[in-house]
């Protein structure tokens, strides 16, 4: 393993994002739709698995807690730590359900699911994704270079350029701590 190239490997691929615009511009359009939620009461539900659910859970804990500065907590939270639902769920249902019976029991319309998977085809994330369509949710999915089978039912894609799981994962967390900066200092901008 070469510590230096991997760090360089991370160095062009944020580079190949700063210089993509119409990635920049979905990541704008992510923010402003996860602001235009919250300023009408909806919230924000975040999805993954693996390491995409420790980074969903992270995003969360971002809008929900606090970011750069103290303020009111926002309405966020990733579906995946009620253990106990999640495993009866997976149990009796399939792993598959474990998020799409989420949204379906708390999900309305004008609120926002964020579901990250590196590949783009989880299938779990994809069927809470149809769900939330059908509740008129609006579905954010950051995934890797092709989008994947996520790409065909998203009304935001967020596709990192890349096919490295781990540097599509450290994207995914700067990219979530952008959207989480702008939606802070829109909810509460510094006086």
Avoid: W
């Avoid at 609120?111 to 590949?119: A, E, M, N, Y």
């Amino acid at each position: 393993m070469n510590i230096k190239q991997s760090i360089k490997d991370s160095i062009l691929l944020k580079e190949n994002i700063l210089n993509n615009t119409d990635l920049l511009h979905s990541i704008e359009k992510a923010a402003n739709e996860i602001i235009s939620s919250l300023k009408n009461g909806g919230k924000i539900l975040f999805c993954g698995n693996g390491g995409s659910a420790a980074d969903a859970q992270h995003l969360a804990s971002e809008l929900s807690g606090r970011f750069y500065y103290d303020r009111d907590p926002l309405p966020a939270e990733a579906l995946h730590v009620n253990t106990s639902f999640i495993t009866a769920v997976a149990n009796d249902y399939g792993f598959n359900e474990i998020y799409s019976r989420l949204v379906k029991a708390n999900g309305k319309k004008g609120d926002v699911i964020i579901g990250l998977s590196t590949s783009g085809n989880s299938e779990n994330v994809i069927k809470a994704f149809q769900t939330a369509t059908s509740c008129g949710m609006i579905t954010i999915a950051l995934t890797g270079s092709t989008g994947g089978k996520i790409k065909d039912v998203v009304s935001c894609l967020i596709n990192v350029p890349s096919d490295d799981t781990p540097r599509i994962q450290e994207a995914h967390i700067m990219i979530g701590h952008i959207i989480c900066e702008i939606v802070e200092s829109a909810m509460f901008p510094l006086k």
